[in-house]
């Protein structure tokens, strides 16, 4: 909550945070709070609406960690994301499954999620401040600068990022934004509300999902594991029969949104951006049905995750299509989004 000291209706920001020997920068207003974990992936960790005391950001109870202190006998594994995964805001970049790209060994959902990123507060003023953060992934030559904005009057935060090819070859990639909410946020149920039109569900799911795999529908009235219609944005209550599942939203009208609410529909978490950049929204729900590693039966999460296509099995074959982003030498691609509460009275 706020510093007693914190002046009324100015916007704050301040680098002046470790946490477990890892940098973190503080942006608030009246409204929001939010922590950005600089010193390791540049993570969104904390995104509170102080009115209602209300922290929208999933945290899993293994908690944050600094991958320099705390590690495995066993290092060297593509699964590096899920040992040190406690929920917040990822970005992921260049890719999500594990494979080898050109000689390029790469981890679950990329490199730069675990890394430090460098900052720059670049604006500090009562009305707007604003963060700049950068990083260069270790195996892929690609350049990813952010900025966020957070004005005084506003629950919301800008982002606007460019993405540069710094090699002299064509480079393909995944670019994601791994977004998760989770308790007490969802306890009671919630609603996912989106212009996105077609719901297709991962095929590789295990069999304790929710959807049937049947291809492309139409959302949000799409076919249950049971063959059955059911409104797919419709979140059941954290004590409902546990399932895991992943599927892909996409063919939004006009820029996609979407606002994940409450079970009252009266608090919500909303996201806006270019879907020409992020075409597909991923929809995964872990609601204590994974048993073994790397959840332990003690996982409840929902993600909204935005991503420039969807997960395969098979990568090479998805480059060979042209399903992935394919940035020539020395490309750069800008593109922005929004993010903040949106509150009903």
């Not at 992921?92 to 790469?106: D, K």
């Not at 995944?174 to 077609?198: D, Q, S």
Request: include cysteine.
């Amino acid at each position: 909550m706020r510093d007693p000291s914190f002046p009324k209706n100015e916007c704050s920001i301040s680098d002046d945070w470790t946490y477990k020997g890892m940098p973190v920068v503080y942006m608030e207003n009246d409204y929001v709070r939010i922590g950005i974990l600089v010193g390791r992936g540049g993570d969104i960790f904390e995104f509170t609406y102080k009115p209602r005391a209300v922290d929208f950001m999933l945290r899993l109870k293994k908690g944050i960690r600094n991958p320099n202190m705390d590690f495995s006998q066993l290092r060297d594994t593509p699964n590096q994301l899920e040992d040190y995964y406690y929920g917040g805001w990822q970005e992921a970049l260049p890719n999500s499954p594990t494979f080898v790209y050109r000689g390029a060994s790469l981890g679950q959902h990329g490199e730069v999620h675990l890394i430090p990123w460098k900052h720059s507060i670049v604006e500090n003023d009562p009305e707007k401040v604003a963060l700049k953060l950068w990083v260069r992934p270790l195996r892929v030559p690609l350049y990813l600068v952010k900025t966020l904005t957070l004005e005084k009057d506003s629950s919301s935060i800008r982002i606007e990022e460019r993405l540069i090819n710094e090699s002299n070859t064509h480079l393909d990639t995944m670019w994601g934004h791994h977004i998760a909410f989770g308790l007490p946020f969802l306890k009671a149920g919630g609603y996912v509300e989106t212009n996105a039109t077609t719901f297709f569900p991962e095929p590789l799911m295990p069999d304790t999902r929710r959807f049937k795999p049947a291809g492309i529908q139409k959302w949000p009235m799409v076919k249950n594991i049971g063959g059955v219609a059911e409104d797919a944005g419709i979140i059941p209550p954290e004590e409902a029969e546990p399932y895991s599942e992943l599927a892909y939203l996409s063919g939004f009208t006009g820029s996609a949104n979407y606002t994940l609410w409450n079970q009252k529909r009266d608090l919500g978490f909303n996201v806006e951006w270019d879907p020409t950049i992020f075409s597909n929204l991923w929809y995964w729900q872990e609601r204590y049905a994974t048993q073994d590693a790397p959840w332990w039966g003690s996982a409840y999460a929902v993600g909204l995750e935005l991503w420039t296509s969807r997960w395969t099995n098979d990568p090479e074959e998805a480059i060979k299509k042209n399903e992935w982003l394919k940035m020539k030498a020395g490309e750069e691609i800008s593109t922005s989004l929004s993010a903040g509460v949106v509150e009903k009275q």
